[in-house]
């Protein structure tokens, strides 16, 4: 098979299959130059409990007290400028 055959047929591959494909080139190609990107099965099971996991985003604009305290600090930098 040419190469102008199999990009016809990737071509009506669908997204899904593409990416499936990419996949696996990538992986063979890593292969071919000595290198692993396959994960292990405790990788996979990190992977796994990471995407199950709820995180929490913390951030200054929404806590009132670091609002106040980086308010404070920009003030009396500015002040210290100015002297």
């Known amino acids: 098979m040419t190469l102008s055959e199999i990009l016809s047929t ?20 890593a292969k071919e130059e000595g290198c692993s990107l396959e994960t292990s099965d405790a990788e996979n099971i990190l992977l796994n409990q990471l995407a199950s996991t709820n995180a929490t985003v913390w951030s200054p604009q929404a806590d009132n007290s670091s609002i106040q305290a980086l308010s404070d ?11």
């Open 73 to 83: 600090l920009l003030a009396t930098a500015k002040e210290q400028s100015n002297a």
């Open 10 to 29: 990737v071509n009506q591959l669908s997204h899904q299959d593409k990416l499936r494909l990419i996949h696996f080139l990538l992986l063979a190609v």
